[in-house]
DNA sequence: TAAATAATTTAGATTCGCCTAAATTTTTAT
DNA sequence: ATAAAAATTTAGGCGAATCTAAATTATTTA
């Protein structure tokens, strides 16, 4: 198939995969600020991988990946959740570590290391921050999940993603207040004033969250 | 300390530290050699390492590495060696299969990574293949080994390492004759019309190996 | 010790990935 | 529909890491 790829290739297609969630065509400058680099920067790169034949580009036209181009995004993006994933279950980080380190696993190009680590995590489904972990095949098990913002009152949802999972600060909210993937969460009033909420979770505690905190928290 | 450094950067300054094992100053064309690249490129590489001051560099004089350089040296070869250890231990990898992986591996930069994989795995003090594993200040338990061809008759030793250890035609020959790292050998004759030796294993099984197989065996 | 040979370095290119500044094209606003 | 603004590309350059071919230095051999 494809010749070998580099590290910053390897990044940008993955870029423009996540960029693509929103809308299918992406723009230059949205890949430039996704990777911290500069427009021509990413014009440069643009020609490249078009000529590699894993973007479909014209110039001034946007860019969007071939199908050839998703499956190896696809493919890195498997490696990326799968090594967070034995961060956090094996070597005990915190979900807030790992994402820096699996940005650099995820381009150890060895195809028997990603099935064999799959294999030995016992075939996870979701990464630390409640993302699909794609199979071997390329297929991910899209959740349609909504914002806490969005959930009906008194309807009961488990907490499937959280946004910013970078964010230390936030992890410290949510361990104190005990909410993590997989938490059961009933919304009991939400309080227009300042678009708090008052939830009551898992182990019976009642208590209130913040909008921001709401926002950042996805559930099904 | 020192700032970044890549992994062209990283392999020279392996490549050197193995060198200077044999001979305390090592050649350009030594360098050029194990690294299977051109002189020219050496020379250009050692002069970037030199003005980084990981290397004593002078023109036609050879090269060594700096207390700096080892330092580095050590801390690449103890996360390749641990990441060998993972991949045996953990992902039921045969031992001429891991070398290229952690080739690539031994460069991922996080230090807690290193230091968790350690934890992880128990803090094994030999990869698979015998070499010794530096602890996590740098300090290597070097073993007085020697090769089974010096070993005296009727005195017992242990395998420790097996060099040549990417060859899957050896891993084959040491399977059937079920030998590994750890078993108990006593030479019982040796046979100079070709070098070939009778040896007895912990397994009460006594069988003859040639010399080339008794050269590839290091044992203590 | 002088010539031949081997080792090493220098010179000059190339590719990748990035940058700044200038030019061009597209989009938005008047 | 123009002019202004924004987005994008081109031009030109740079450092890292590699190469080949030529020049230089060191070593060996006669
Ligand atoms: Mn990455
Ligand atoms: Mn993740
Ligand atoms: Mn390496
Ligand atoms: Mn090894």
Request: aromatic share 8%.
């Amino acid at each position: 198939m494809t010749e070998h790829l580099s590290t910053a290739e390897e990044n940008y297609i993955k870029s423009i995969y996540h960029l693509q969630q929103s809308e299918s065509v992406v723009s230059t400058n949205e890949v430039a600020a996704r990777l911290n680099t500069k427009a021509a920067s990413v014009t440069d790169m643009l020609k490249r991988l078009n000529s590699k034949q894993v973007i479909h580009y014209e110039k001034y036209k946007g860019v969007s990946l071939s199908i050839e181009g998703e499956k190896i995004a696809i493919d890195i993006i498997r490696k990326h959740r799968l090594w967070e994933y034995f961060l956090v279950e094996k070597l005990q980080f915190k979900w807030d570590e790992v994402h820096e380190i699996a940005e650099e696993l995820e381009h150890i190009s060895s195809k028997q290391l990603v099935e064999r680590l799959d294999n030995y995590l016992g075939y996870p489904k979701f990464d630390p921050h409640g993302d699909p972990i794609p199979d071997s095949k390329g297929h991910i098990q899209f959740q349609e999940q909504i914002s806490l913002t969005d959930l009906t009152i008194e309807k009961p949802a488990t907490v499937s993603a959280v946004v910013g999972s970078q964010s230390s600060e936030l992890l410290e909210l949510l361990t104190h207040k005990n909410i993590g993937i997989g938490t059961r969460i009933v919304i009991k009033r939400k309080f227009s004033y300042d678009n708090s909420m008052e939830i009551e979770t898992n182990d019976n505690c009642t208590f209130t969250i913040s909008k921001e905190l709401a926002m950042a928290l996805f559930v099904r």
